[in-house]
């Protein structure tokens, strides 16, 4: 009986994809919880756990990769086709998210006045803080760009220093819409516009944090020589996701911002 190579490996049973499926379900709950009870300490919890099962994840995702060497090159292939369609998936949550905002702002209902923003909303100065963490994305599209160019000419120096202002000025970018929330003068309540301006906004901040985790891994993994210029498919779909998350800002400041005044 011959024997024929194929190039899958079949997976360890792991306790994680249904642990992290029942997280982002409490997620959910502590969520509401937090909107009408003012309760944050379940979802304060809850996204530590998420934290927590995702370094897990990703140490045995690294394990099957780099000590096992069971990532070929058709398995990176297929990981390179599903990240494509996660990216479309998330691209289609932000289209609900554009399509809510302008079908109510280019034609406001009588419930808002018939105005938009609705009266009495002072909206942010879309010159000050919005500008300028639309300049620190962009700024850090181009320093992740600089990274995967240094890393392809084999370069380690160059590209974990740019990788390190990557993930500083995506650190910056959430601090500045951090305050940006604090001195905001109304609420996720108030009215369809404040619930619609924070769910499009705050979402994408998840998933700058998602993103700078992603690089920070990354970093690491160039620093331990996980990494080289043949072989980085961790770091090719972080740039991936991290350029998403850069193009997305630029519709949501063009949107929710530029446009509200």
């Not at 780099?66 to 949550?93: A, D, R, V, W």
């Not at 620190?136 to 760009?145: A, D, K, P, Q």
Request: glycine share 2%; hydrophobic share 55%; charged share 10%.
């Amino acid at each position: 009986m011959m024997k024929y190579n194929q190039p899958y490996f079949i997976l360890n049973l792991s306790p994680w994809p249904i642990l992290m499926s029942m997280n982002i379900f409490n997620m959910m709950m502590s969520n509401i919880m937090m909107l009408n009870f003012k309760f944050n300490y379940f979802m304060m919890m809850n996204l530590m756990i998420m934290i927590l099962i995702s370094i897990l994840w990703w140490r045995d995702i690294i394990r099957e990769s780099t000590y096992q060497g069971n990532h070929n090159f058709y398995i990176m292939n297929i990981i390179k086709f599903s990240m494509i369609l996660f990216i479309i998936s998330e691209m289609f949550l932000f289209i609900s998210f554009f399509w809510n905002f302008l079908h109510n702002s280019l034609a406001p209902s009588i419930e808002l006045g018939l105005n938009w923003p609705p009266k009495n909303i002072k909206f942010f100065n879309p010159m000050l803080i919005p500008l300028l963490n639309t300049i620190i994305l962009l700024t850090s599209s181009f320093t992740v760009t600089l990274t995967h160019f240094f890393l392809l000419n084999n370069n380690k120096k160059n590209s974990i220093m740019f990788m390190n202002l990557t993930i500083i000025l995506s650190i910056y970018f959430l601090i500045l819409q951090m305050i940006e929330y604090k001195e905001a003068t109304f609420t996720f309540s108030d009215s369809i516009f404040g619930s619609s301006f924070y769910m499009a906004t705050g979402f994408h901040g998840m998933h700058v944090l998602i993103g700078t985790m992603f690089l920070l891994l990354n970093l690491i993994r160039m620093k331990n020589l996980h990494i080289s210029f043949i072989h980085h498919i961790s770091f090719e779909l972080a740039v991936w996701y991290w350029h998403f998350i850069d193009i997305i800002w630029l519709f949501l400041y063009m949107t929710f911002y530029w446009w509200n005044n």
